[in-house]
């Protein structure tokens, strides 16, 4: 004998199928929004899953339009007729909800004279109207508007409530669009304000001297500059040939697109093919994903070649044909691909050397010496020195939070005598010794290296006193009192804080020639 079905049951379990249907909802609303880049593709989606669990009939998002903030239109919909694709489905109470931020509920449309055209003619063709405000932090940012069919014991309630965690969802997606566009934007008038730092910072007219040999460069730089051709930098180590490279390429067409350096000497024969044209999965042990070299990276920009004489003759190959043919393959591979790159190459070798003693092959050598730039050794531009050690003690003071204002006229002296091997590179690496043992406003010759010091200025020779040691420090003080004073022997003594029938004697004494200072001293502060 079969028991008695208890309505209870399916009461309960109806409302238990109704809460696992809400709950799947809101996953795969969630999974929809989860990328909200593309937020119109993402509303149609939701409208989409409302409707397969929930059999919404008409549905739409309508968000304030451009052009006031305020009257709504239509994001995305289902079931909207072309004649309606301007408006929400129900405008007047839908721009009721949006300006109070308060949700409506329509049990019977047929009988709401703000919906036009819903007369229906039976109870089977009644509808509900719903309509939620999209809202955040007590903001409204649109509404969402569902029909549903019509049921007398629809809890009205607790289905507002779903469709309002439904609207809270897609508030949550429009602001993170928002603050994703936000970044986007700040990103991009960042990268624009960098590159225009750095065509500054790069500019041909900010490369520091004003000897005959340097404006040479600077005039090629600016007539090579806006072309496409090779160039090749040749020079000693430390004389600043990335930095004509770089002006080159930020005063270029190409500004705008990327300068990546090859430091060529840095590696090894083994490993500058790859690094250069990349390779393919599986080329090599390890290699197990694609990467592209630097070839396809700088596609459209400028790449630079530092110590290309140090390439091996199996990547000059490769090399060649890339000038050639603007194209190559990966390690490993087998397709061809084409690049745009402008190539800048730099070396400090000999290359006609090279090209004699089969290290460089010829026919690289005549590819890349199309237009050369020479950029002198700073021994030969006696003239810049103090301009580029100014300009050093400026930076470098800054950067150490020292207040070190100029350099003494017997350090200056010996900057200008010394032979500098290492040029422009070792210029500012004295420099910035200078700044950080300085516990003054002034580098004096006791500040710098020894190899720069002669024992009689420097007090640094083993047999020398201490007394001559101080006369050493003295006379480096007065001159530099005289300098600043232009000559003017009454005011170097206000300056030494000194009388000026001392300052005589000590000038006679030293044998310091300070009529020289009326021509040539400036003051420097």
Known sequence: MSEPLDPRSDDRDRRHSGEVRKLTTLLEVSQALSNPANL??????????????????RSGISVPAEEDGRRLRLQASIGVRSQHSDGP?????????????????????SREPALPERRVRTDADELTYMCVPIQQSRKCHGVLEVELAFAADRPYDRTMKFYGVVATMLAQAMRMQHLLAADRQRLVEENVRLRDELRERYDFTHI?????????????????????????????????????????????????????????????????????????????????????GRFELADGGTLLLDEIGDVNLATQVKLLRVLQERQFERLGGTESLKVDVRLIAATNKDMETAVANNTLRQDLFYRLNVFTIFVPPLRERKSDILLLADHFVEKLSAEHGKQVKRISTPAIDALVAYHWPGNVRELQNVIERAVLVSDGQVIHMHHLPPTLQTAEGSGTAASQALGEAVAAFERDMIEDALKMARGNRARAARLLQATRRIVNYKIGQYGIDWKRYQDRGVSRT
């Open 40 to 57: 119109i593709s993402a509303f149609h989606r939701v409208l989409e899953i409302l409707e397969r669990y929930h059999r919404t009939g």
């Open 89 to 109: 489905l129900g405008p007047t109470l839908a721009q009721q909800v949006f300006d109070s931020g308060r949700p409506v509920v329509v049990p019977r449309v």
């Open 208 to 292: 520091l001297g004003n000897s005959g040999a340097m404006r040479q460069v600077c005039e090629q730089v600016v007539k090579v500059a806006r072309t496409n051709t090779t160039v090749l930098i040749r020079g000693e180590s430390g004389t600043g040939k990335e930095l004509i490279a770089q002006a080159i390429h930020y005063n270029s067409l190409r500004t705008r697109k990327a300068f990546l350096k090859v430091s060529c000497a840095a590696l090894p024969d083994t490993l500058i093919e790859s690094e250069l044209f990349g390779y393919e999965r599986g080329a090599f042990t390890g290699a197990e994903q694609r990467k592209k």
